[in-house]
C-alpha cells in the first residue's frame, strides 16, 4: 500500500501507511503498525508493540512480550496479557462501549467487555471483571475484585 514500510528482516507490511519494525514483522491494513521481533499486526489501525506481541482486528492494541489481543479495539497490555473479544454497550447505562482488556501481567480477558486487570487474573464472560490479582471472574458482569478470589455466575461478587 501507499507508504507502506516493511523496515526489519523478512518483515512484510501491506496497506497505507503500515509499517512493520522487526525481524519477522508482519503488518496487514491501514495504518497498522508491528514493532519487536515476530510482532503482528493485522487490522486497520492495529499495533503489536513488543516481542511476539499479535493484534487481530480494526484498532486492536497489544503492548509487552508475547502478548495477544483479538477483537474490535481489545487492548493487552501487559507482559503474556490476552484479551479476546470487541466492545459492547453496558445496559442501562450511558457510559460508552467497554472494550475487552487485559492489562495485568499475564491476564487473560475472553468476552466482549471483559476486564482482566489483576496480576495473573481470568475474566471469562460478557462484562465480567477481573480486578484482584490471581482473581478468576467467570459469568456475565462477575466481579471478582478481591485478591485470590474467584466469582462464579453471572452478576456474581467476589
Known amino acids: 500500500g501507499m507508504e507502506s514500510v516493511a523496515a526489519g528482516e523478512n518483515s512484510f507490511a501491506a496497506g497505507t501507511g503500515a509499517q512493520a519494525q522487526g525481524a519477522n514483522a508482519v503488518v ?22 513488543g516481542a511476539g506481541a499479535s493484534a487481530y482486528g480494526s484498532g486492536a492494541f497489544a503492548i509487552g512480550t508475547n502478548t495477544v489481543a483479538s477483537g474490535y479495539n481489545a487492548s493487552a ?32 480477558a475472553f468476552g466482549a467487555g471483559a ?3 489483576g496480576t495473573y487474573s481470568s475474566a471469562v464472560g460478557t462484562l465480567a471483571t477481573a480486578s484482584g490479582n490471581q482473581a478468576v471472574a467467570l459469568g456475565y458482569q ?3 475484585v478481591f485478591d485470590s478470589s474467584t466469582a462464579l455466575g453471572s452478576f456474581a461478587v467476589s
Open 28 to 49: 496487514v491494513g491501514a495504518s497498522a503498525g508491528a514493532d519487536g521481533e515476530n510482532a503482528t499486526a493485522m487490522g486497520a489501525g492495529s499495533s503489536a508493540i
Open 142 to 144: 462477575s466481579q471478582a
Open 115 to 117: 476486564q482482566a486487570t
Open 77 to 108: 497490555t501487559a507482559d503474556s496479557a490476552t484479551a479476546v473479544g470487541g466492545t459492547v454497550s453496558i445496559p442501562g447505562s450511558d457510559l460508552p462501549e467497554q472494550t475487552t482488556t487485559a492489562s495485568g501481567v499475564g491476564a487473560s
